[in-house]
């Protein structure tokens, strides 16, 4: 199935030249000074290096873990609340892509809501990707956040992947000759599992066992002379948190990718330069005391308008537009 899904992907971002970005329904094309990123419909990342646009993380899909059993996969389970689109006047950076995306597709345990975002800049090798978790289930629930990423260093899938995690920096990194690398940025590391691509691994008992064992995997090489060689897949973790009902956590995720590891750590620098300033600007912005309803925009509109809100707690809101 990753193959197959990994073909379409390249069938479509072929059609373009590298220096066309796409915004179709559903999904961002977007093409950057040395990068390409491409997000799907249900919130899947993958990333090219350009201007010989060769993949090199084949996926970035999140994972939220509630118990053995209850593990809300992305590729399994998502359906789309909010289509992924390239956002209108973003704040932060000089590009962004949202979408949010659902439990509803299998309906199956935990309900949850995830928003994603995805801040980019033109001539930088890093993004970030903001998650918002929203707990929709009846009571709270003890949630553990992580991801699933699958590398695909120099868009080959033969073996010689060098994948490390350094305690200090805590970047996660990929190489061959070209690197790539992750780094939870908003929360300590709970779990770290490493292993190579097989069929059938994504089921949910196995991701909770990965989410939430406590090992590290500081060193995983694959040998490429070894029987039936793929990608390695990563599997970290953030720390649980309670999240009540009607209420939200928020992760932050570096990406970086440089043509040897020297380039990649400094990519990954300017993304935690960029998540400094982001967070900074979050944290400077004082709680609001009152409900206000601000004015909607654009104004006048054809055919959608968007209505921001404050609250002074959280809680559930109905809106009525006459």
């Known amino acids: 199935m990753k193959k197959l899904l990994l073909f379409g992907s390249i069938v479509l971002c072929c059609v373009f030249s590298p220096n066309t970005s796409v915004f179709a329904q559903g999904l961002v094309d977007l093409y950057l000074d040395n990068i390409n990123v491409y997000v799907a419909e249900y919130g899947k990342i993958s990333i090219w290096s350009l201007p010989d646009t060769i993949l090199q993380i084949t996926r970035i899909s999140p994972l939220v873990g509630t118990g053995s059993g209850t593990v809300y996969d992305a590729r399994e389970d998502g359906d789309i609340e909010d289509s992924t689109t390239l956002v209108t006047n973003p704040l932060f950076s000089d590009f962004e892509i949202y979408g949010a995306y659902n439990n509803y597709y299998y309906g199956l345990p935990p309900n949850v809501l995830v928003k994603e975002n995805i801040y980019c800049w033109q001539n930088q090798n890093s993004i970030i990707a903001k998650y918002t978790v929203i707990n929709r289930e009846t009571n709270p629930i003890d949630a553990v956040f992580g991801f699933e990423l699958i590398p695909e260093v120099e868009g080959v899938y033969e073996g010689g992947d060098t994948v490390t995690y350094n305690s200090q920096t ?153």
């Open 170 to 322: 805590k970047i996660i990194s990929d190489r061959k000759t070209e690197a790539v690398g992750f780094k939870l940025l908003s929360g300590d590391i709970n779990s770290l599992n490493t292993f190579m691509y097989f069929k059938d691994y994504n089921n949910d008992v196995d991701f909770w066992t990965w989410l939430t064992n406590g090992e590290i995997d500081t060193l995983f090489i694959i040998d490429p002379s070894v029987p039936k060689v793929d990608d390695p897949v990563i599997i970290p973790s953030f720390i649980s948190k309670t999240i009540a009902v009607g209420d939200s956590a928020i992760y932050y995720l570096a990406i970086g990718y440089g043509s040897n590891e020297v380039e990649m750590l400094a990519s990954m620098e300017q993304a935690q330069q960029k998540y400094n300033m982001i967070t900074s600007v979050d944290e400077n912005e004082s709680a609001p005391t009152t409900y206000t309803l601000n004015q909607n925009y654009p104004n006048p509109f054809n055919p959608s308008t968007k209505i921001s809100y404050q609250l002074p707690q959280s809680g559930f809101v109905t809106l009525k537009v006459y």
